[in-house]
């Protein structure tokens, strides 16, 4: 069974004034058409590319260079967050 999740998407007024007079139009809701948008758009950029992490970071060209370690990237990740100490 899939469970819903509840987002926030910020999207240009236009753009969310139009998907809902397509949604109503097409009588159906404003999520299920959001939903059946990222699902088609999605699956149908995976077709070609790797089903898994592992997969693509194989696929990767880091020019004979080593991936950095986990660590790193947490560390690298945690000083932007957090900024510089003093």
């Not at 947490?74 to 000083?79: A, E, N, Q, R």
Request: hydrophobic share 35%.
């Amino acid at each position: 069974m899939t469970y819903l999740m509840r987002t926030t998407v910020t999207l240009p007024e236009p753009l969310l004034e139009q998907a809902k007079y397509y949604a109503f139009a097409n009588k159906t809701t404003l999520s299920q058409l959001i939903r059946e948008s990222l699902t088609t758009k999605i699956k149908a950029k995976i077709n070609n590319k790797p089903k898994s992490l592992l997969a693509l970071a194989g696929s990767l060209n880091l020019n004979g260079k080593e991936p950095p370690a986990r660590n790193e990237l947490y560390d690298s990740y945690l000083k932007q967050k957090m900024g510089p100490r003093h």
